[in-house]
């Protein structure tokens, strides 16, 4: 009971600070987690050491355009994601969403639906807690760079989670699947979005020419992918557990059935993997786990925006909306595929 009190104590204080404090950002001085040192950490330099801009910034760029054109829809595509991240993540860990903590980086869309606060073990929600923040500054760096495009309406709730499931084991769970109930099943429903942020970031990254763009698409795609390898190592770790009250389902078979379900709706062959693999599909033939979903030569799988708005929409057609979006997503690339104009106004 005490230790229950205490952390309840811990996660209102926090929340209170965000509240209070995340919808701007705070100084570097600033203690935001009761939990941090008061003793600044080693890593601390002093300006004079970093030995100037020579040695410190990155050359010229050999093609000195900040932003292309056409990087921007591409980007603002990316944008749909990061908002259902975010949403997703700051709702569990904390029991509320940007609205609350950085409403100006909505531009006007609508809350998301069904999103809640989740019963995340101390591990679990250190790691969802900090991925929830990073996804308010993953926002706030697109807008900063492209500009930004509203919220579209985001279907979080565990009914929409509950079908996603159904359409991977091919009948309905008894009970319904509950992404909020415990912190195993929290991260199998994670699995099922981020590493589809990886993929579109890896797919945009040949299309995008601006340097300010691309260093953009380079920081978001690094952070996504570790976002996705952390949640994969936490479920490989318990991969031959079985997924209560499922009798007989391991975490193994979950996550190997949301892959399948994604490659069956993106339609174009395989692009993701699950905790295990048969040889031919493993890191270079001879081994049948699988951390890291990457292809024969152990590099990222890609998915075009109509690929993954297929399996979003979990309708394995990107003419049709539903599923997490189920008015259709937002930006330019996403309403020509639906053949209708942005929802609210058009920010660029």
Same mark, same amino acid.
């Given at each position: 009971?005490?230790?229950?009190?205490?952390?309840?104590?811990?996660?209102?204080?926090?929340?209170?600070?965000?509240?209070v404090?995340?919808?701007?950002?705070?100084?570097?001085?600033?203690?935001?987690d009761?939990?941090?040192?008061?003793?600044?950490?080693?890593?601390?330099?002093?300006?004079?050491?970093?030995?100037?801009?020579?040695?410190?910034?990155?050359?010229?760029?050999?093609?000195?355009?900040?932003?292309?054109?056409y990087?921007?829809?591409?980007?603002?595509?990316?944008?749909?994601?990061?908002?259902?991240?975010?949403?997703?993540?700051?709702?569990?860990?904390?029991?509320?969403?940007?609205?609350?903590?950085?409403?100006?980086?909505?531009?006007?869309?609508?809350?998301?639906?069904?999103?809640?606060?989740?019963?995340?073990?101390?591990?679990?929600?250190?790691?969802?807690?900090?991925?929830?923040?990073?996804?308010?500054?993953?926002?706030?760096?697109?807008?900063?760079?492209?500009?930004?495009?509203?919220?579209?309406?985001?279907d979080?709730?565990?009914?929409?989670?509950?079908?996603?499931?159904?359409?991977?084991?091919?009948?309905?769970?008894?009970?319904?699947?509950?992404?909020?109930?415990?912190?195993?099943?929290?991260?199998?429903?994670?699995?099922?979005?981020?590493?589809?942020?990886?993929?579109?970031?890896?797919?945009?990254?040949?299309?995008?020419?601006g340097?300010?763009?691309?260093?953009?698409?380079?920081?978001?795609?690094?952070?996504?992918?570790?976002?996705?390898?952390v949640?994969?190592?936490?479920?490989?770790?318990?991969?031959?557990? +079985? #997924? *209560? /009250?499922?009798?007989?389902?391991?975490?193994?078979?979950? @996550?190997?059935?949301? &892959? $399948?379900?994604?490659?069956? !709706?993106g339609?174009?062959?395989?692009?993701?993997?699950?905790? +295990? #693999? *048969? /040889?031919?599909?493993?890191?270079?033939?001879?081994?049948? @786990?699988?951390?890291? &979903? $990457?292809?024969?030569?152990? !590099?990222?799988?890609?998915?075009?925006?109509?690929?993954?708005?297929?399996?979003?929409?979990?309708?394995?057609?990107?003419?049709?909306?539903?599923?997490?979006?189920?008015?259709?997503?937002?930006?330019?690339?996403a309403?020509?595929?639906?053949?209708?104009?942005?929802?609210?106004?058009?920010?660029?």
């Amino acid at each position: 009971m005490v230790a229950m009190a205490s952390s309840h104590t811990y996660h209102t204080s926090l929340l209170l600070f965000l509240l209070v404090a995340c919808s701007c950002r705070a100084s570097l001085d600033q203690v935001v987690d009761p939990a941090c040192p008061r003793v600044k950490p080693a890593v601390a330099v002093v300006a004079e050491d970093c030995g100037g801009p020579a040695l410190c910034e990155s050359p010229a760029p050999h093609t000195p355009v900040a932003v292309f054109p056409y990087d921007v829809d591409p980007m603002h595509f990316a944008l749909n994601l990061e908002f259902t991240e975010a949403e997703f993540f700051l709702h569990a860990a904390f029991g509320v969403g940007l609205d609350q903590i950085a409403p100006n980086l909505t531009l006007g869309g609508p809350p998301p639906i069904g999103a809640m606060k989740a019963k995340l073990d101390e591990v679990t929600w250190r790691v969802i807690a900090e991925f929830g923040l990073q996804e308010i500054g993953h926002i706030r760096a697109i807008e900063k760079t492209v500009g930004g495009i509203p919220r579209p309406k985001i279907d979080l709730s565990p009914q929409n989670f509950a079908r996603v499931m159904d359409e991977a084991f091919g009948h309905p769970l008894n009970p319904p699947f509950d992404p909020y109930i415990d912190s195993l099943n929290f991260l199998m429903a994670t699995y099922v979005i981020p590493y589809l942020g990886l993929n579109g970031y890896t797919g945009t990254n040949p299309i995008i020419d601006g340097y300010a763009t691309k260093r953009l698409l380079a920081g978001l795609l690094g952070v996504e992918a570790g976002q996705d390898a952390v949640i994969r190592t936490l479920l490989f770790e318990r991969r031959q557990e +079985t #997924v *209560p /009250p499922y009798k007989g389902i391991t975490v193994a078979e979950f @996550t190997d059935r949301i &892959s $399948a379900t994604r490659n069956r !709706l993106g339609k174009c062959g395989v692009r993701d993997e699950g905790l +295990t #693999v *048969p /040889p031919e599909l493993s890191a270079e033939h001879r081994i049948c @786990t699988n951390v890291l &979903s $990457a292809d024969q030569d152990s !590099l990222s799988y890609t998915r075009t925006p109509a690929q993954l708005l297929r399996i979003l929409y979990l309708t394995g057609n990107e003419h049709v909306p539903g599923g997490f979006y189920p008015e259709g997503a937002n930006g330019k690339i996403a309403r020509q595929f639906l053949q209708k104009p942005m929802q609210n106004n058009y920010h660029v």
